[in-house]
């Protein structure tokens, strides 16, 4: 029959079924793709990722920094205490765990675990920051001229931690000596000084010994920190490719567990590596420069160690302690809670440096960040 007799033709019906499946699978389509306004809503995916501005790092590596030098801090003066502790038989402290509770038990925490908080912080915060944003830049401009990545890695750890030895070198003075003190006129340790707060050590070690003394063991410093930084960096920078290879997450991120576990080995290892060197900047920047009068000495808020070795350089010093007190009682000393501090440490740096990345990061995706538009 034909179509005017009321009944469609087959090739009449395939067409109208034709336009209404393509129209119901352009509307289909056209609810599984985002408008511009919810695109904005969204954080960015993987594809989209790319290396944060040089504010971010900044911003995120001196709050990380900061944080966990402060939460670590009573672990770090145990690990003073136990390498700058006078040569005797047998020690006041046995290991990490008798240190700490008779520090606490003893001294308290304000004036004995956490002594030496002040120039700490005073020189954590500019320190890191710089130290941060110095190995991003020099990573990224390596990494862009052809560098491997890892020795892009192991040079902006060491550059970074160069540059920021010149702000966190006096701090570190400072904070070792307090740490070794404790509090004022204090009964329970002999530690060589005794200075009544902070800025009276500073005065005291300007006054007599001039500025120089505030970097006094800044080569040893150097020779800790600087391959200490290298080799935390470049571990950590492979713990977290390896870790996101094998994660796999949509977003390109790790876990919280497994960035902690990638920056406290990390930490761990680097800090295990380089524990003699850490001995020797502890012992050269602590020591007690022989006095030239009993009157000097005490005005100079110092006194006299008796029977204590006076190291003249840093090779001096490893010879001494491994000749004398072996590789473990010399140049291993204190390293229970060297590894602890730093595997620790490195893990809340790390952890918090990278959820202020991405906080900074949704900030500005959102349009809710301050300093500049997504």
């Known amino acids: 029959m034909s179509s005017e007799g009321g009944i469609s033709s087959p090739t009449a019906t395939t067409s109208s079924a034709t336009a209404a499946a393509a129209a119901s699978m352009s509307q289909l389509q056209s609810s599984f793709n985002p408008s511009p306004a919810l695109k904005r809503a969204l954080p960015p995916t993987v594809a989209e990722e790319h290396e944060p501005p040089y504010l971010d790092v900044l911003l995120a590596g001196g709050m990380g920094g900061t944080i966990a030098d402060f939460i670590m801090h009573s672990v770090d003066t145990v690990k003073t205490r136990l390498q700058g502790q006078p040569t005797a038989n047998p020690p006041k402290y046995n290991n990490m765990f008798h240190a700490y509770s008779t520090i606490l038990r003893e001294e308290g925490v304000s004036r004995g675990l956490y002594s030496g908080l002040a120039p700490a912080m005073t020189g954590s915060l500019p320190g890191t920051t710089l130290y941060f944003g110095t190995y991003e830049y020099t990573k990224r401009t390596l990494t862009a001229a052809g560098c491997p990545d890892t020795l892009a890695h192991l040079a902006g750890g060491s550059i970074g931690d160069f540059f920021a030895s010149f702000i966190y070198v006096p701090s570190e003075v400072l904070k070792t000596r307090m740490q070794l003190q404790g509090r004022y006129n204090?009964?329970?340790?002999?530690?060589?000084?005794?200075?009544?707060?902070?800025?009276?050590?500073?005065?005291m070690i300007v006054k007599?010994?001039?500025?120089?003394?505030?970097?006094?063991?800044?080569?040893?410093?150097?020779?800790?920190?600087?391959?200490?930084?290298?080799?935390?960096f470049a571990f950590y920078e492979k713990f977290k490719a390896e870790a996101r290879k094998w994660e796999a997450r949509p977003d390109g991120q790790m876990s919280l567990h497994i960035e902690t576990a990638c920056g406290g080995?990390?930490?761990?290892?680097?800090?295990?590596?380089?524990?003699?060197?850490?001995?020797?900047?502890?012992l050269l920047q602590t020591?007690?420069?022989?006095?030239?009068?009993?009157?000097?000495?005490?005005?100079?808020?110092?006194?006299?160690?008796?029977?204590q070795k006076y190291y003249v350089g840093i090779w001096d010093g490893l010879k001494w302690n491994l000749k004398h007190h072996g590789v473990i009682g010399g140049l291993f000393r204190g390293v229970g809670p060297r590894v602890f501090w730093t595997s620790l440490q490195s893990a809340i740096m790390f952890v918090f440096y990278e959820q202020?990345?991405?906080?900074?990061?949704?900030?500005?995706?959102f349009g809710h960040y301050p300093y500049a538009s997504s």
């Open 287 to 307: 020591q007690v420069k022989k006095p030239t009068s009993s009157s000097t000495s005490i005005a100079a808020g110092t006194v006299a160690a008796s029977n």
């Open 356 to 365: 202020a990345i991405h906080l900074q990061e949704n900030m500005r995706h």
């Open 208 to 232: 007599y010994d001039g500025v120089a003394a505030l970097y006094q063991g800044y080569r040893a410093t150097l020779m800790r920190d600087v391959p200490f930084s290298a080799l935390q």
């Open 265 to 282: 080995v990390a930490g761990g290892l680097a800090g295990f590596l380089t524990t003699p060197l850490d001995v020797m900047k502890t």
């Open 186 to 203: 204090n009964p329970s340790f002999i530690s060589g000084y005794n200075y009544k707060n902070t800025w009276h050590a500073l005065q």
